[in-house]
């Protein structure tokens, strides 16, 4: 159902499997199987996670995982009832996207271009002018950019397709990298990926343009930890905000679901907002006073 209905990637469906696996070695050493399940039981492996010292971010994808496959079972006509239901879900904080300043990200770019690896510079100037996820981007099909068009149509989650605007300067720094694309590319064959490679998967993987750039940021003279394919995306989303653009076109370039999922950009709107009422609501001007 996951991947027939909902289109799941791998990664979700391996994450899904072992956590399901997790599940019913702890229902069975309660002797039952994990269909069978009851509340308590639930209980009893979130508490055996909490105990364990598992993060609550974790617990709670687990939980989802758990939830999801009782509604399949209630729903199926497999059990009479949904555990899952009855189960608190754990307490999260909502922890401020990590970015980089425009100086960060112009040196980074900078530090590319100096390195002259055009597929280096295309990645990273599609990376930042899209603000795709890595498995998105590393998947883009070559057909994605053809004749050089300005948008590109982006294949996201549960294979959700949208719209993505593609800036000049990215536009340009593919067009240069598809000159020498061939060399990335095993002998003759034809490969559909946009950055191939000669690994199994054909193209790029994700560990290692997270490797790229991690190299790129210590020429870049920045701290690696900091520098991360996430944390450009997010980079992407915060500038957008911080110049102008309005939450509902972020999410829709994001490929956010959810515009609660956008939300953790706004953190970057606060100065701007603070402005914005100093300078034109009328209660914020001090008004001269009367002699």
Do not use: N
């Not at 100065?271 to 008004?287: D, I, N, Y």
């Amino acid at each position: 159902m996951m991947a027939a209905e909902r289109g799941a990637s791998p990664r979700t469906l391996d994450a899904y499997r072992r956590d399901l696996e997790d599940f019913s070695s702890h229902v069975a050493a309660r002797g039952r199987e994990a269909h069978a399940g009851d509340a308590a039981d639930l209980r009893s492996y979130l508490a055996a996670q909490k105990s364990a010292g598992m993060a609550p971010r974790t617990a709670a994808r687990r939980l989802s995982c758990l939830r999801q496959f009782h509604h399949f079972l209630f729903s199926e006509g497999v059990r009479g009832d949904d555990p899952s239901v009855a189960i608190d879900s754990p307490r999260l904080g909502r922890p401020l996207p990590r970015y980089l300043s425009e100086d960060e990200v112009t040196r980074l770019l900078d530090a590319a271009r100096d390195g002259g690896d055009p597929r280096c510079i295309a990645l990273i100037e599609t990376l930042y002018a899209t603000g795709l996820r890595v498995s998105e981007l590393m998947t883009l099909p070559l057909s994605a950019v053809a004749r050089d068009k300005p948008m590109i149509v982006v294949r996201g989650k549960g294979s959700k397709e949208r719209m993505v605007p593609l800036s000049e300067p990215a536009r340009e720094a593919i067009i240069a990298y598809l000159a020498v694309r061939g060399r990335f590319v095993d002998g003759p064959k034809t490969v559909k990926w946009l950055f191939p490679s000669t690994g199994k998967a054909g193209h790029l993987s994700r560990d290692g343009f997270a490797k790229m750039l991690k190299d790129l940021a210590v020429l870049a003279g920045l701290p690696p930890s900091r520098v991360s394919p996430h944390v450009l995306r997010h980079s992407f989303a915060s500038h957008l905000l911080a110049h102008g653009a309005d939450l509902r076109s972020v999410q829709q370039m994001l490929g956010h679901a959810d515009i609660a999922t956008t939300q953790i950009y706004t953190h970057v709107l606060e100065e701007r907002l603070k402005s914005l009422v100093r300078g034109s609501h009328p209660l914020a001007k001090r008004r001269p006073e009367v002699e």
